[in-house]
């Protein structure tokens, strides 16, 4: 990290007690060394991973800039291991001015084994701080072991594109939305998608138009089908739609949504040209003759909008994507808050699905 010292302690065959007393310890001899430096206490991440790509998750967690967790635990899944190993990693910044103060992050690597995930919580609560908020995270899957921390968590952190069948990725959020609350990743790369729709009806002369929606189409990666789904279920959950589920129909899956006026049509197409993950492009129609589609593109959406009375125009939001690391820093802020619209979207979500 840029900037910054690192004071590090490892060992081999430890214990979670172990681990958290020699934390404690480097801490109290960097703050003797400099009093400015203090434990930053706001959020602990748990991360549960494979061993082997533990490096590719901490590249990412690496650029999350700001967002970045005060005391971050990954627990390192690697077959066949039978006792923990452990490095523990204080880092503060390289200098600090008279009279600031230099925020240390704290970050625990635990080597475990596959027969330990049934048990992780006892491996995990001695060393998250306690009183803070805990958010869970599982990129590799590993479901047995966020179970056994929901407990302890009050938010976990999931990716309904990881899994190979949206339904399962939808039904599995929704379960855990049960437990604690939920920050899904797909949902927040629809945000700036979001965004741009309701200001797009935001004015109260346009408001009525939201009623009359004939069409909606969303073109997707094809992995990001779940992303999709999310996004129209954000605009059944918030126009009060009656969904049923999507069948497949010519490259692509529809259905009717009920709405208290019409009913609107609804296509979710993949788009093979699309090279990361999420949406690629969306169009709504109106029975009042409006027609609004946005396109990713380069810098931004692409916005084009036209009504019948022969208004068209075109122009670029800037700067609407926030790229990978983005997206997981904002998963990381998303916990510490609260979005009241993403589970009603999820369960509207789940109803297209089957």
Known sequence: MPGTIDTVWTARDTTPAGIEAALRRARGDVHRENASYVPARVLNLVCVVDKAYSGEIANRLRRVGRYHPSRTIVCAVEPGREQLDAV??????????????????????????????????????????????????????????????????????????????????????????????????????????????????????????????????????????????????????????????????????????????????????PDEALQVRGLAGIVLETASGRWLSLERGPGGLRAHYRHRRGIDRTWTILGASRGEAGILGEGIRQALLRDPTYTPALRAAERMAG
């Open 88 to 269: 523990a990693t204080i880092a503060a910044p390289s200098e600090v001015g008279h009279g600031e103060i230099g925020l240390l992050r704290e970050t625990v690597v635990v080597d475990v084994g596959p027969k330990h995930l049934s048990r992780l919580d006892r491996i995990v609560d001695p060393l998250v701080v306690p009183d803070l908020t805990t958010a869970v995270w599982a990129p590799h899957g590993h479901n047995e072991g966020v179970d056994s921390l929901l407990h302890l968590a009050q938010a976990v952190l999931v990716d309904s594109v990881d899994e190979a069948d949206p339904r399962d990725a939808l039904l599995r959020a929704c379960k855990l939305s049960g437990e604690a609350y939920v920050v899904d990743l797909a949902w927040l790369r629809s945000t700036p998608w979001r965004e741009r729709v309701a200001a797009t009806f935001d004015p109260p002369k346009l408001r009525s138009d939201l009623r009359v929606l004939s069409a909606v189409t969303v073109r997707h990666h094809p992995e990001s089908e779940a992303a999709a789904m999310l996004f129209v279920g954000w605009l059944a959950s918030r126009l009060g739609w009656e969904v049923g589920r999507l069948t497949p129909r010519a490259n692509g899956l529809e259905l009717s949504a009920h709405t208290r006026r019409q009913d609107a049509r609804v296509r979710l197409e």
